[in-house]
């Protein structure tokens, strides 16, 4: 669904982000492209959409090799309640879906459009649900250091396809380190509580803003898509964002 931001306030952070470049700059650079992502590590229609964001990005580069856009995530708890350690796969399918049979047809979906953007799910080795608190603090810190983007796709596969535990914060770590984040940093900062304020913070504001679910797109703070929609509707609203820039 592509919808416009008049109205809607998008997060703080995306605000900010989308005015980074003067307008008096407009004459003498590409229009920029900051790209705001709202999603939850646990949502397989984000990592969808992550796909399909992706190619979308690859197809304007043809086009303008010199661009290159700045993605920022930022978290949203599709389970907020779920207590720490989680709750068994099972128990969770039954309560959201009333069981794995009717868990079954709806993944049956997922799979099927996950397969056209080249990701194998593996629902059923899921053995608990994850409070993605954790994950999120993770993700936050990661992107105050650089670019996330990696430590995003990790989470994803390490959860959605090898079925790892991403509700402790030794694993967490790990995925970390994987993705090119040092471990004894991360797993400091995990213990030390750090980044809950900012995350709950930016989950309130996403809830303010009007975001209800997730994958949620904002580009450069002006044009928003909600939902893992196609590449071309992405580029739609990424045209429309840059000539209003």
Known sequence: MLLPLSGRRPPKKAVAMSTAVPSSAAGLVAAPLFVDVVSDVVCPWCYIGKRKLETALSRLRVNEP???PTVRWHPFE??????VEGIARAAYLEKKFGGKAHAAE???RVRAVGAEVGIAFEFDRIARQPNTRDAHRLLAWAQQRGDAGAL???LFRAYFIEGRWIGERDVLAALAAESGVPREEAQAMLAAD???VEVEAEYREAQEAGITGVPF???NGRTA???AHDPDVLLEAIAAARANA
Not at 78 to 83: F, I, R
């Open 66 to 68: 010199e661009l290159t």
């Open 194 to 196: 750090a980044y809950r």
């Open 152 to 154: 995003v796709e990790r």
């Open 78 to 83: 599709l389970n907020p309640d779920l207590p």
């Open 225 to 227: 898509v909600s939902g």
């Open 217 to 219: 797109f904002i580009f």
């Open 106 to 108: 709806i993944y049956a």
